[in-house]
């Protein structure tokens, strides 16, 4: 661990550290029925930290993490983090093709993934020459002699490494982001503005403002102040699993995950009540409307008492869901945050028992702007649509694509921003109305038409278990907008009754003209929706 003094530049190995040294039994991290200290946290990220250094991971190397939920991962990410190495995030749902472009893209020099994903690298492994060591997690699966067993690695008694080169808050993690068009890029955060972003040692929700320095960090764990528990329910490979579950530990507090590799709302609230959790983190719908089924399912079941926070982000959380949930949980805070892999704390909002916040609508983050193609401010009240612009504590850009990063990180009026293309509207009173992000944007017959938006209205009618909305080829209108609809189970909709309800809240121009029945969207894990994928479906189908 670094001196104790007032740091100018945080780093996540420091302060993990420090919090295995002041705090050693305490709880790092749970997962079913087991519970990882943080003394066994530091020793484990210890030991992988020491091999990858006996194998010749390079100073800022790529250690890559192909796993699902479990203590593994961070695990991972802190001994990268204590050699100064970059932990990359994959996403587990990869084929081979999207897999061997990001581990080449990554430079990737080691990888950690579970035994199960074997068959996959196996069909790529011949081509990624730079990886120089492949560390298998056990988890029921056969496990290849290519492979290093991880667990072997992790159970060795080391003394902490000490490479040739020293942590600063400029190391980096690299975070992959699909998006909705192309192949993923690898957004790149600095320790130091990563940390500074999520809070600094702080958060609002344990009334704990920025830590000074690791002295009053130090000082913090002692006191036993701001220590919270909290369940990613999202996967971690997410920005949105992953940054709660740093803020968690850069608390002090330990990080709880469900053992199965499905997610399961029952399974859930099971593990908020048994293990007495504070914080949920979650990806919109896709997770809040199966809690909210499983709590209208079994009334009074589980003891949620412990909880007071459940954190979204990365897409929309509709009004109908948030109003469920207050029902049931009127003493916890549900916190809508808008935000990306590229740009943390756009906006934000709020909910609490009978207040629920209407879906899309935000309050603009500290220093953000909407603005319009021009790069100035969009006047509020005039229904113009900008795009959501951030400064402050942003990434680098994207590793190796200039190109890109000179489009999304802009610099207006001398402050640099990251603008990775949300569109919103300004309302009269300041808040902001989320659109959408303008790669999906429909034009039809010169007007635009934001996905989510009309989404949103289709997803409120009862029969409705999740909608997505695409724009498919039109002689006339250059685009048509179409709606790809999954039905709750048993029941049945007409195309006419979903167009209508559109109609009865939108513009008649963002009504869609096609609608096809589907048996699931198919979002990822994270709760994502493969856009491309599910045009080029709605293509097909309607001709």
Not at 436 to 444: A, H, L
Not at 492 to 520: C, T, W
């Amino acid at each position: 661990m670094s001196e104790l003094s007032e740091e100018t530049s945080w780093n996540l190995a420091d302060i993990w550290e420090l919090v295995a040294e002041v705090a050693p039994d305490r709880p790092a991290q749970v997962c079913g029925d087991r519970r990882i200290t943080w003394s066994d946290f530091d020793r484990r990220a210890d030991a992988l930290a020491a091999d990858l250094l006996d194998v010749g991971i390079s100073h800022q190397g790529k250690l890559a993490v192909y796993l699902t939920n479990g203590p593994e991962y961070l695990e991972s990410y802190a001994a990268a983090f204590k050699i100064a190495a970059v932990p990359v995030n994959v996403n587990y749902r990869y084929g081979p093709v999207e897999l061997e472009y990001l581990l080449d893209n990554a430079d990737t020099e080691a990888a950690v993934f579970h035994a199960r994903f074997a068959p996959t690298l196996e069909e790529v492994r011949g081509r990624l020459g730079r990886v120089r060591r492949w560390y298998v997690v056990s988890d029921g699966h056969p496990e290849p002699d290519w492979a290093t067993s991880y667990d072997e690695v992790v159970a060795r008694a080391v003394r902490r490494p000490d490479p040739d080169w020293r942590r600063s808050g400029d190391d980096l993690l690299l975070l992959y982001t699909g998006g909705t068009t192309g192949m993923p890029k690898g957004v790149m955060w600095r320790n130091d503005d990563l940390v500074r972003v999520l809070g600094g040692g702080g958060s609002p929700f344990v009334g704990l403002g920025p830590a000074s320095g690791l002295r009053e960090m130090s000082d913090r764990l002692k006191g036993g102040s701001g220590l919270i528990t909290t369940m990613p329910a999202c996967p971690l490979m997410h920005g949105t699993g992953q940054f709660s579950a740093f803020i968690t530990m850069i608390l002090g507090g330990c990080v709880v995950t469900l053992p199965g590799s499905r997610f399961d709302a029952e399974e859930l609230w099971s593990a908020v009540e048994g293990r007495r959790v504070n914080t949920v983190a979650i990806v919109g719908d896709a997770f809040a409307r199966p809690m909210l089924e499983a709590l209208e399912a079994n009334p009074g079941r589980w003891d949620l008492t412990s909880l007071i926070l459940i954190n979204s982000s990365g897409v929309m959380w509709s009004e109908e869901v948030k109003h469920g949930l207050s029902k049931h949980l009127p003493s916890v805070v549900l916190f809508d945050s808008l935000g990306s892999s590229e740009a943390v704390g756009m906006g934000a909002s709020m909910s609490a028992g009978a207040s629920s916040a209407k879906t899309a609508e935000f309050a603009l983050g500290a220093g953000a702007r909407v603005v319009d193609e021009s790069d100035r401010d969009v006047e509020a009240g005039s229904g113009e649509v900008g795009v959501i612009a951030l400064p402050g504590h942003i990434p680098v850009g994207y590793y190796k694509d200039a190109e890109k990063s000179s489009r999304t990180f802009r610099t207006i009026d001398g402050v640099r921003y990251t603008i990775p293309g949300d569109c919103a509207t300004v309302d009269a009173d300041g808040s902001i109305r989320l659109l959408g992000r303008g790669s999906v944007v429909i034009n039809t017959g010169g007007e635009k038409v934001y996905p989510e938006e009309v989404e949103e209205v289709i997803k409120k009618l009862p029969q409705v278990a999740d909608a997505v909305c695409v724009g498919v080829p039109d002689e006339r209108f250059g685009e048509r907008v179409c709606a790809l609809v999954e039905l709750t189970a048993d029941e049945q909709l007409s195309e006419e009754e979903v167009i209508r309800a559109v109609r009865g809240e939108l513009a008649v121009y963002k009504a869609p003209r096609l609608v096809v029945f589907v048996d699931s969207i198919g979002r990822s894990p994270a709760g994502k929706v493969d856009y491309p994928g599910l045009k080029k479906l709605a293509s097909a189908v309607t001709g």
